[in-house]
């Protein structure tokens, strides 16, 4: 039996999101767990319908009072050391990333970020994920108790089981030491599905010669509904925003399709699109990287590619 800990997170409607929908997928697939879901605030009303043992709320709420993450992470630490669970899992996510790293500080457990795969029974916990900017898979067994993880999203198909969890609320009875303060939020401005959740990604590099050519790329990413990603050269360039950047420092994405335009596939852009289902090309040197991890390629000239390729979309849609 492996005791999970869960981490949610709400969406911008206040559900639960696809993140920790995708890690209950992986932790369900531990086969014999026992999950509890752990919320920070109230509970969205989706929580109480999830396949799980348990949901617990702490009452951590972040704000300019008490720091970014710091109270959370607190409560955390403070649930971990009475549940003494095998496994914490973490989505990805900014959340996930600052808060995963620091909870494993602060109760001393090993780890791992970005997993594509998690495995075993109890301890230790065997986990996948991606090295050398993405050239490569490696296989982690964590020795540490509990194993603190963060699952890439997308990585697993979320879950559409239903439950009835039991639902409790934790007070760690601690207040969290004040190290920083908000002093502002930028929303980031967004038109149509966000990137890391679309479904088919549409994006663009330094082959596309200047900022103008990403509206053709915006214009297929909205006829297929999808959304617009770039090479890091291509956002260092100042065509397009560094939210689009896909890659080892950029954002990951797993969509369905992943259309690369004028990409020459270097492993710090694959490690954020790799994991897509498939892989479509656009590149007039054949040699190109990208070739070896498309599905299916095309060797030429965007511009004499794209366009048509898009009016056919369109007339296949209308
Ligand atoms: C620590 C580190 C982190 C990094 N993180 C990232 C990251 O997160 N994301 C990322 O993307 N990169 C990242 N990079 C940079 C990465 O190494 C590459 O430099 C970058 O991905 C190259 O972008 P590109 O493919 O657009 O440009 P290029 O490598 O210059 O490729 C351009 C491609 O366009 C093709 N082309 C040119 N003209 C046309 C045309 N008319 N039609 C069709 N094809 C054409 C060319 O054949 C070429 O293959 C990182 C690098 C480092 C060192």
């Given at each position: ?194 990137l890391?959740?679309a479904d088919f990604v549409v994006s ?17 990413a909205?006829?297929?509904?999808g959304a617009v990603g ?16 896909v ?6 994405v797993?969509p369905?399709v992943y259309i690369a ?12 699109c790799?994991?897509s ?42």
């Amino acid at each position: 039996m492996t005791s999970v800990l869960l981490i949610a997170e709400s969406d911008e409607h206040g559900q639960i999101n696809q993140a920790t929908l995708q890690a209950v997928t992986a932790a369900t697939d531990l086969g014999e767990a026992e999950i509890t879901v752990v919320i920070a605030g109230e509970a969205p009303g989706s929580a109480s319908s999830l396949a799980v043992e348990k949901v617990v709320t702490i009452s951590a709420i972040e704000s300019a009072d008490v720091g970014i993450y710091e109270q959370v992470t607190a409560d955390l630490a403070a649930l971990v050391s009475s549940t003494n669970p095998d496994v914490v899992i973490f989505g990805k996510t900014d959340f996930g990333s600052v808060v995963g790293a620091r909870l494993a500080f602060r109760v001393d457990a090993a780890f791992a970020s970005d997993c594509i795969d998690i495995s075993g029974t109890g301890k230790p916990v065997s986990v996948t994920r991606p090295v050398y900017g993405g050239s490569a898979l490696a296989e982690f067994e964590i020795a540490s108790s509990p194993a603190i993880v963060t699952l890439r999203v997308g990585a697993f198909e979320p879950s559409t089981v239903t439950g009835s969890p039991a639902v409790e609320s934790f007070s760690s009875g601690t207040t969290a030491e004040q190290c920083a303060s908000v002093s502002g939020t930028v929303v980031e401005a967004r038109e149509g599905v966000r990137l890391e959740d679309a479904d088919f990604v549409v994006s663009g590099g330094r082959g596309l010669g200047g900022p103008e050519p990403f509206s053709v790329l915006a214009d297929l990413a909205d006829v297929l509904g999808g959304a617009v990603g770039a090479s890091r050269a291509a956002c260092d360039a100042g065509w397009i925003d560094h939210s689009h950047q896909v890659g080892l420092t950029g954002k990951s994405v797993s969509p369905d399709v992943y259309i690369a335009v004028g990409i020459s596939g270097a492993s710090q852009h694959m490690a954020g699109c790799s994991s897509s289902r498939a892989i479509v090309a656009i590149n007039k040197d054949g040699d190109s990287n990208i070739f070896k991890e498309a599905r299916f390629g095309v060797v030429g000239d965007w511009e004499k590619i794209l366009p048509p390729f898009l009016a056919t979309v369109r007339e296949l849609k209308a």
